[in-house]
């Protein structure tokens, strides 16, 4: 009892300290030139194209500069895509709506199928590659990196991306 | 037991957009006081968002009449007929 008691205390301290940022979030004009359907699913394309790039150099040449700067280009559109849908699929669920906590749960289970998806695919090829009695292609360093980033950039990106393309308004 | 296809779930309507208007309110007074978004205000009124039982009870008792009179399964025509049919009644 005394430890659910200490858990609920933390988790009110949490959702407080997040409550000014939510604010900003739910309410900020500023990016509404962002958030009309159109520009909202341009900035998923672009988003997308972004990730895909990045992973795609990397795959292709390791590490370079190109990259890096790509790698920012993925987070500046995590940024903006968090602000073009308020936060929705980032916010506690105690900071925004029952209207919000629907879309956010509906583009979760949407954004689950697809990563665990890909990720199950992403294995079971890299896995038949290495299989030296097939094709024995071993991975390399920068191929993993390159796994590792598409699937990064996709979980923390994917939810954002997916209420961005799907909601009439936000 | 199944549920019914989202899309064919019956509607919920709604004399929002009426009694906001007749009191003067605009969504965003409404939303703060009933604690959601204004766009929240914006999807329950065009009928995009069917609310809660608990959103439904704030909303109507935030108007002060019963929460039939603000939500219903069937169309609602509008709230003079209403009052007047009931006027007549009694």
Not at chain 1, 56 to 80: D, K
Not at chain 1, 145 to 156: C, D, T
Not at chain 2, 66 to 88: D, N, R
Request: proline share 5%; glycine share 6%; with cysteine.
């Amino acid at each position: 009892m005394m430890a659910m008691n200490e858990t609920q205390d933390l988790r009110r301290q949490m959702i407080d300290k997040a409550r000014p940022q939510a604010d900003k979030y739910l309410r900020d004009a500023r990016y509404d030139w962002l958030r009309p359907l159109g520009r909202r699913r341009a900035l998923v394309m672009t988003s997308a194209a972004i990730i895909a790039a990045h992973s795609l150099l990397l795959w292709v040449q390791g590490p370079r500069l190109v990259s890096l700067v790509l790698m920012v280009g993925g987070f500046v559109s995590y940024s903006l895509l968090k602000w073009a849908v308020r936060g929705m699929a980032d916010l506690p669920e105690e900071l925004i709506d029952e209207r919000m906590n629907a879309v956010r749960d509906r583009q979760y289970r949407v954004a689950y199928t697809l990563l665990s998806g890909g990720m199950a695919t992403i294995l079971l090829v890299m896995w038949m590659a290495a299989d030296a009695a097939r094709v024995a292609w071993p991975p390399q360093a920068h191929h993993l990196e390159s796994v590792f980033w598409a699937l990064m950039f996709s979980a923390i990106c994917l939810p954002s991306m997916l209420v961005a393309w799907t909601e009439p308004e936000v | 037991m199944t549920r019914a296809l989202r899309e064919e779930e019956p509607p919920v309507y709604n004399r929002l957009a009426v009694l906001r208007t007749e009191r003067g309110l605009s969504r965003q007074d409404l939303a703060e006081a009933v604690g959601v978004h204004y766009q929240t205000i914006g999807y329950l009124e065009r009928g995009e968002y069917k609310p809660s039982l608990v959103l439904a009870l704030r909303i109507a008792a935030h108007f002060g009449l019963p929460v039939e009179a603000v939500f219903s399964l069937q169309p609602l025509g509008p709230m003079s007929e209403a009052l007047y049919t009931q006027g007549v009644k009694r």
